[in-house]
């Protein structure tokens, strides 16, 4: 039997925003003689993200689809606003019914229950089995990205997710995250999504900048940025190096998130250093060659690495491990792990590194210098991130030296 819409969409907004025991609902189709709403069809269901739980709103329109995150003690205002949209049908699934309310010609309510039992409440991305980053969402059609690049920024950002706490938690209204050597901007363009929306569940503000050599890159970046009409995603011509995409020399220049995503053979160090010097929270690196340390590594005749691509192989392993050292010495805590399968790109390590503060004690300082120092003398090599942080290293060793000297 027919009855009234208004208390119909009330009782539809009481299921939508009692997220323990929602599992999804869907809007879609349109009432009789409305305009269309301004996506066919939405599907909302809670979601646990690392910032907390949150409404997830998943907006299609042909082949378009667009994915909200909202806390849930905010999403008030979205469900209204959904319902207010024309749609002809609502459909909710709870852990114990269904209910469906189709509006009939006449405008009003026509609802249906039926006892069901569904898993409910928000779940985790990893168990929702749904993407951190939305394979459908627009800016990837912007951006004109294939399967596998797709893939790889979605395992980037996965990493990243985890650990966005650390930085979120710091005081300020606003996070700051570099892209250096983004290239055609992909994961910048994902990881300002994703950050965007754990920051805005903080109430703060995102400003992600892409940096890159070429300028060609950095005008399709912006170009992109506008079209997608992604609001604080910027972009700067640069070399890593001398970056300062925030401005120097000023109190809140230096970005909390570093990211570099195969940034060509020494372009990864020149990121690791730039971001050791920003003294940067939160750095994410996936190397792609390593042409540096196999050079230095051409001529030696030891098995390990007498053949090219057993040398090839075996300068990857060192450089990051190198790379792992150094970091460590300078205050952060290092992972290295494979962030995707390597059936999507064989330059498939990431280096994880979280700003400790302090650093190591004396004592695990000496033994990671002892580890450097013997890695590079058996091997012969001078690594490029050694050599680019050479001061900061000196003073470790001076600070160990006399550190080892007081406890005489
Ligand atoms: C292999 S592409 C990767 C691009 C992007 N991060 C991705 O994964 O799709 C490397 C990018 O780093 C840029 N690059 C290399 N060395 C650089 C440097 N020293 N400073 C700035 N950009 C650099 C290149 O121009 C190129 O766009």
């Known amino acids: 039997m027919p009855t009234d819409l208004t208390s119909a969409l009330a009782d539809v907004r009481t299921l939508l925003l009692d997220t323990p025991h929602l599992a999804r609902a869907v809007a879609a189709g349109r009432r009789k003689g409305t305009e269309a709403p301004a996506a066919e069809r939405v599907e909302v269901r809670p979601v646990l993200l690392k910032a907390g739980p949150h409404l997830q709103f998943t907006a299609r329109t042909g082949p378009v689809v667009s994915t909200r995150n909202v806390p849930v003690d905010a999403a008030g205002a979205a469900v209204d606003d959904l319902l207010a949209e024309p749609y002809g049908n609502l459909h909710v699934e709870t852990a114990t019914e269904v209910v469906q309310v189709r509006v009939t010609k006449k405008g009003d309510a026509q609802v249906h229950r039926a006892a069901a039992r569904h898993e409910a409440g928000p779940v985790g991305h990893d168990k929702a089995k749904n993407r951190i980053v939305d394979p459908g969402d627009p800016m990837f059609r912007v951006l004109g990205a294939g399967g596998d690049k797709r893939r790889q920024v979605e395992a980037f950002v996965r990493q990243l997710a985890p650990l966005t706490g650390t930085v979120l938690s710091r005081p300020g209204d606003r996070l700051r995250a570099v892209d250096l050597g983004c290239g055609n901007a992909y994961l910048t363009f994902a990881a300002h999504r994703w950050l965007g929306d754990a920051a805005q569940a903080r109430g703060k503000a995102l400003t992600t900048v892409g940096v890159d050599v070429r300028e060609d890159v950095v005008a399709t970046g912006r170009r992109a940025a506008a079209e997608a009409g992604l609001v604080g995603l910027e972009f700067a011509v640069g070399s890593i190096a001398d970056a300062e995409p925030f401005g120097a020399g000023h109190a809140g220049s230096a970005p909390d998130v570093v990211m570099a995503l195969h940034a060509c053979d ?9 971001a050791v010097r920003w003294g940067a929270p939160l750095v994410l690196a996936a190397p792609c060659c390593h ?23 075996f300068a990857d392993v060192l450089t990051d491990t190198l790379r792992s050292l150094v970091l460590q010495l300078l205050g952060y805590r290092v992972e290295v792990v494979e962030f995707i399968d390597s059936a999507h790109t064989p330059r498939n390590a990431m280096i994880r590194a979280v700003r400790t503060g302090s650093g190591p004690r004396p004592a695990a300082r000496a033994e990671l210098l002892a580890e450097l120092d013997d890695l590079t003398r058996t091997w012969g090599v001078s690594p490029a991130l050694a050599r680019m942080l050479e001061p900061e290293l000196a003073a470790v060793r001076t600070a160990t030296g006399e550190a080892a000297q007081a406890a005489l």
């Open 291 to 313: 042409r540096d340390v196999q050079r230095q590594l051409h001529g030696n005749r030891a098995p390990l690495v007498r053949h090219a691509i057993l040398r090839e192989r």
């Open 266 to 274: 020494t372009a990864t160090d020149e990121a690791l250093a730039r």
